[in-house]
Structures are given as C-alpha cells and as structure tokens.
C-alpha cells in the first residue's frame, strides 16, 4: 500500500470540501477509511502472526495494587483465552491513537493518530493497567494530523516587527509549539529515527490557509510568515514527510 497516495486523496477532499469536516476528528476517521479500503483492496487489511508469536501474541501486566488476587487471575485467565483466538486469526492493521512503546525508554509511550500495524505482526500488543501498547518495531506507518485553527502563523515576536525581520529570523520567532505541530514533529522524527524501515507523515490541513500557499489576497506580512513557517517545518523534518491541505490546493510540503 501507497500510504502516500491515501493521504494526497484525503488531503484533496478536504481542499475541495472543507466544511465536510468539522473537526480534527473528522479528518482522523477519513484517513482510517480510506487506507483501510486501500488495504482491503489490496487483500492485505488483515495482518498475520509472526510464528515465533503465534502461541503468545498478547502479554498482559497488571498493577496487582489495584485489584484483587482474584480478579488479577481472572483477567488473565481471559486473556490466556484470548491469545488462543488471537493466534490462529489475523489483526486489523490500521489502528487509531495508538500507544506506542519504545524499549529504550521504559515505560514511556508515545501516542499517534495513526499507525499501520506490520505485515506480519511481529511484536505483541501489551494491556498494561487497560492500556493496550505495542512498540515501534511493530509498526509500518506513522501518522499525525493536525487542523490548526489560527488563521495567520503565530510568532514569539511582536506583528510590528515582521515586515523588517530577516527571514532567517523570522524562522526562529514561528511558534510551532502554540500550533501543536512542534510535539508531532519531534515525536515522528524520535520514532522514525530509530527505525529506518518506517514511515512517517504529519498531515496538516488549514481552513484558512495558514501557510499562504494558496493564490489568495493576502498580505505580504501573512506570506512572509508562512513562508517562514513552511522553511522551520522543512528544517525539522529529517525522517518525516508533511503533506498540507487548505482550500483549493494540495502540496507536500517535505516530499515522501
């Protein structure tokens, strides 16, 4: 599957159909849609078990603070249930807010919108404390969406100064953080870097054209800003591709 392609088709809906989506939601369910049809076009949705986990595909942890002996055992006699359906039938590879758990880090998890499970499934999902986890060896696509509802790119400066800054500086005043783009970014590149054999994509869609990419009136002040915060988003992207969306047009912004 072309992850690439699924998310320039549900970028171009909603440069031609904005109102269609009301939230960042809204957006979150198209993709899952639409590369879950890709999939199962495909015959390639489901995804199989590595046998090495074939008889053990789920591990269950549990704080046995919170629960009773009892109730601990019965959980896991379900689970040991479980396991045994999950074993001999296939997992959905395309899973939405996904925990994802990196060995290096403990305990720690990141959490995507997106993620495209591998085929075949060679790392087990974790239930730990009812959250399940499954870490990022075992995945083959990451995705992040973002609809940002500023209507101008936010800066650290004040809007007097803009006209005059050099743009390299205005670069360094764009606040990505206040956009929630900087958190996505880094969690992409942190996950990707150190996986190779994956992918990762950060899908921005504006309804109001954020980035000025758009043959819309606009000042040049507000091109200049996006200008400068399509050059930041570029120079923290070493491992992630970004795909932008806003009415009437479609453009990666960091190439796949």
Not at 58 to 71: A, D, K, Q
Request: proline share 6%; hydrophobic share 35%; charged share 25%.
């Amino acid at each position: 599957m072309n992850v690439d392609d699924v998310l320039e088709e549900v970028s171009l809906e909603f440069s031609e159909r904005p109102f269609e989506f009301f939230n960042e939601n809204d957006i979150q369910a198209r993709v899952y849609e639409a590369l879950r049809n890709e999939l199962r076009a495909e015959n390639n949705l489901k995804a199989k078990w590595d046998p090495y986990w074939a008889d053990n595909p789920i591990r269950l942890s549990h704080n046995r603070n919170y629960v009773e002996e009892t109730y601990h055992e019965r959980i896991r006699e379900n689970f040991e249930r479980l396991q045994n359906s999950y074993g001999n039938s296939p997992m959905s590879r395309v899973h939405t807010e996904v925990r994802i758990s990196q060995a290096f880090k403990g305990d720690l998890a990141n959490i995507v919108d997106i993620a495209v499970l591998n085929q075949p499934i060679d790392r087990p999902p974790r239930l730990i404390n009812g959250k399940i986890r499954i870490e990022d060896e075992a995945i083959d696509a990451l995705i992040e969406l973002k609809r940002p509802q500023d209507p101008i790119v936010p800066l650290t400066i004040s809007p007097e100064v803009v006209a005059d800054t050099p743009r390299n500086e205005l670069q360094n005043a764009v606040n990505l953080e206040k956009l929630g783009l900087a958190n996505d970014i880094a969690e992409l590149e942190d996950l990707a870097g150190v996986n190779t054999y994956q992918s990762a994509y950060l899908m921005i869609c504006s309804p109001f054209d954020l980035l000025c990419c758009g043959n819309v009136n606009t000042t040049s002040v507000h091109q200049k800003r996006g200008r400068a915060a399509i050059a930041e988003i570029q120079s923290r992207c070493e491992e992630t591709s970004v795909i932008y969306s806003y009415p009437g047009g479609v453009e990666w912004i960091v190439e796949p």
